[in-house]
């Protein structure tokens, strides 16, 4: 995942936590520190490495860019059932603490949309067989910029078959507000 892909879905999740009237915080990329959300938020997604926010009792912390323990890979988002402090405690380890994990692929050229997705897929499937091995069930998406049919006729039956929980276009606006929705309320 490059830097450019976050920033479009980072600033729709900010976008729905907004208008949910939910209060964040995000991690800043280089500094590891969590600060609080402020009445500017703009151009936060340049330097953000996490959002944390609570919402009905419900704690969630989203990181991009970890290597996974349970995986043993790095995954391109994970949500958390945590707040910060907890999710620092843990150290990622804890099966359990993991919601969602799900693969971003941001490269726009309609000729390499099927070799993205491949890597994306094979991510996911060892996402799928760890969760499998220790027991634990957790939602799995993908966010992708260029979808071309064949590889959206092959999401769409993984949806259909409940093998991928969620997937968006990131160049389809209502996807990508459609799938920001969701994680917040995971």
Partial sequence: ????????????II??????????????SK????????????????????LSWESEGKR???????TVPLVKNNVDMCLFNLSTEELQG???Q????????G????????????????????????????????RHSLHTFFVGAAVEKKMANEIWN???????????NLNEPNQIASISRWLCTL
């Fill in 15 to 28: 976008s729905a936590l907004t208008i949910a009237g939910v209060k964040y915080r995000w991690q800043h």
């Fill in 94 to 101: 804890s099966a359990k603490s993991y919601i969602a994990l």
């Fill in 90 to 92: 843990t150290k990622y």
């Fill in 31 to 50: 500094a590891k520190q969590w600060t609080d959300m402020t009445g500017d938020d703009s151009a936060i997604e340049f330097s953000l490495r996490g």
């Fill in 60 to 66: 969630r912390t989203l990181i991009y860019n970890l």
């Fill in 103 to 134: 693969e971003l692929k941001g490269g726009i050229d309609p000729a390499g949309a099927d070799e993205h997705w491949k890597t994306a897929r094979t991510a996911l499937d060892r996402i799928r067989e760890a969760c499998s091995i220790s």
């Fill in 158 to 168: 993984q949806l259909e078959k409940g093998i991928l929980t969620n997937a968006a």
């Fill in 1 to 12: 995942m490059g830097t450019h892909e976050p920033r479009k879905l980072t600033r729709a």
